[in-house]
């Protein structure tokens, strides 16, 4: 198999799903940082490979895919062995799409608008009105959370790996999780997903960003 080169920047969330979703389904890939702190993202032969001028972007022999989810949705589908990552069934993958759609419609959206005017926009407080409308939507993971070990059901799956990833950011800030049993349960299992430890390194990573432009 040729090598799998995965464009990746570790404070990134998205690059985090890609990078999550890859060693979930254990497919061997070969890093490659694009430094979005220094623009390197916007470099001519960057955006020869990706015109989004984002990360992740996945180049499979010359097969190019952009969109974490894409991504991951992609790693499982050729190369994953398990077919409880992503299933097959269609009842079951439709719960683990609709996690995922979940994820970047309306988590992402709402964590998004409390911290990118923290980091590039001189906010130095996060808004009461964000806060609770981003507690909203946690209690909705919560609830998916009840009576399920994992977000899509009893088996890990990459809708695990996506929301983990993307979410892990915020959470590092030190977000309140006091009122969601469910989550804080369920981060605990998250701990021993393949590219856990990665994974924090580039949370903590983002959760800096943003705390250095807090008001104490």
């Not at 989004?52 to 050729?78: M, N």
């Not at 009842?91 to 419609?105: E, G, M, T």
């Amino acid at each position: 198999m040729s090598t799998i080169k995965l464009y990746y920047f570790p404070a990134s969330g998205a690059a985090r799903i890609a990078l999550m979703a890859a060693r979930l389904v254990g497919v061997p890939i070969q890093l490659e940082i694009v430094d979005l702190m220094k623009k390197e993202q916007y470099s001519e032969a960057y955006l020869k490979i990706n015109p989004q001028h984002c990360v992740p972007t996945l180049d499979d022999d010359g097969f190019i895919l952009l969109e974490s989810r894409a991504i991951a949705c992609y790693l499982a589908e050729k190369y994953g062995t398990d077919d409880t990552i992503y299933p097959k069934d269609p009842k079951k993958r439709a719960i683990v799409n609709q996690r995922l759609y979940f994820d970047c419609s309306n988590l992402v959206v709402k964590m998004r608008a409390i911290c990118y005017p923290i980091i590039y926009k001189g906010e130095t407080e996060i808004k009461e009105n964000l806060r609770d409308d981003f507690n909203e939507s946690l209690t909705i993971l919560d609830k998916y959370l009840e009576n399920n070990k994992w977000v899509a059901g009893e088996h890990v799956t990459i809708a695990d790996t996506t929301i983990y990833a993307s979410m892990s950011g915020i959470f590092a800030i030190g977000w309140d999780l006091s009122t969601f049993p469910n989550i804080q349960r369920w981060l605990k299992d998250c701990s021993s997903l393949p590219g856990y430890e990665e994974n924090e390194k580039g949370a903590k990573m983002f959760a800096e960003a943003v705390k250095k432009n807090l008001k104490q």
